[in-house]
């Protein structure tokens, strides 16, 4: 059994939107020495830490966290790695020909799996700045899904969702955000900031994801389990 | 597959503590309309919703949210009802003659299981003040376990840690939080405000509690699911 999910804190990188987003918040609302209890109160953005996107986070009148069936959140696991290519490519992203390659060595991907992609990105975590990789010229760099990967898996595969362990399932300096409207228009989840792929077997594992169940919200945090 | 878990929002209830809690907030940060995505900010207690307490709720210097290990959150469930009794008296609390019952019935609580009490008040959440169910004179009135009950799980079963469809372990007139106290000194867990429990097996589910990952956290959302 390994945990898949980042420790979230003040520290905890976050995707960076001028007015918009902020990184988690906690204070203290009683402590054992004052109250004889301890107890905080939090203030976060939907997307922060290791969280699901759900459908309607950019597809109108879609699916919200709460309404994503049970059964597609604990699912087999497909773990496909481009790790080795992002050491010396941090633009790079997951072709279809990487997952023709995996299915070659590791059979088809399972009916109902979550396909999470490891890029190597969350060992990054501990130092933000290398996490949201910002260029010269306020680009993010870091890799992600391509177009053609998610054409993929939602034309030939049947799939429940899809990770990955950086900020964004699109490629960090893509403006479009091309790769989650597909995913979303098709009703599937998305998870990001996942943790410790290079942990799990490439196929064999089952991953449980468990977001927050928050009416309405477009996104949670999530717990993420792998148990093989 | 069950989900154990209410869904979040402004409406539900929680534990009214003045000037400490409150409820659940959400507001959006982005629409589709007006910005091509939609998100939310939330504000929020550590103790909202269907929730985990960690041992540092009560106990100083115990374990928080971060560090209880995941073995003891993917564990057998044994499910005790006391919702029959509870039906004509509020006030009740589980025994441990209630669980020496169970036993006779179900075999004996297995080891590592979370034990959780289905009272049957998981039905009143639609109806905050039917939930928190505050007296003429302030005092809450929802049943809880026993100091008894906590004794014999704690002494003479080996337990990961407990639940309940209530706002809280103890029983709502209760001010010392006796049941909170010995089982966090313990280093067991607990969860409050479970939803569904009339839809599980007695025995033989497996729970999977799965929590926010809050760095120091006395406790957090978290979704819970039941399968068998």
Same mark, same amino acid.
């Given at each position: 059994? %390994? ?6 804190? $003040? ?6 939107? !001028? ?23 939090? !203030? ?15 597809? !109108?009148?879609?699916? /919200? ?12 696991? /497909? %773990? %496909? ?31 109902? /799996? ?13 130092? $933000? ?56 228009? /098709? ?42």
């Amino acid at each position: 059994m %390994v945990d898949l999910t980042h420790t979230l804190s $003040p520290e905890f990188p976050f995707l960076p939107v !001028e007015g918009k987003t902020f990184p988690f918040r906690s204070s203290p609302i009683a402590t054992i020495k004052g109250d004889g209890v301890y107890a905080n109160r939090w !203030e976060l953005t939907e997307h922060v830490g290791t969280h699901l996107d759900a459908p309607c986070h950019f597809a !109108e009148g879609a699916m /919200a966290i709460e309404a994503i069936p049970l059964e597609t959140l604990f699912v087999p696991l /497909a %773990v %496909v790695s481009i790790a080795e290519r992002v050491a010396t490519n941090p633009d790079t992203t997951l072709g279809a020909g990487d997952l023709m390659r995996w299915e070659k060595d590791h059979g088809e991907i399972p009916a109902r /799996a979550a396909v999470f992609l490891h890029t190597g990105w969350d060992v990054r975590t501990k130092e $933000p700045g290398a996490f949201v990789n910002m260029d010269g010229a306020k680009t993010m760099r870091f890799p992600g899904f391509s177009d053609k990967a998610i054409e993929f898996l939602l034309g030939r595969r049947s799939i429940s969702g899809i990770g990955i362990d950086t900020l964004s399932i699109d490629p960090g300096r893509d403006k479009e955000y091309a790769v989650h409207k597909e995913l979303f228009r /098709a009703g599937k989840w998305a998870v990001e900031c996942v943790a410790n792929l290079s942990r799990v077997p490439a196929t064999g594992a089952f991953v449980f994801v468990a977001p927050v169940k928050v009416a309405g919200a477009s996104g949670a945090p999530a717990r993420i389990v792998a148990v093989w």
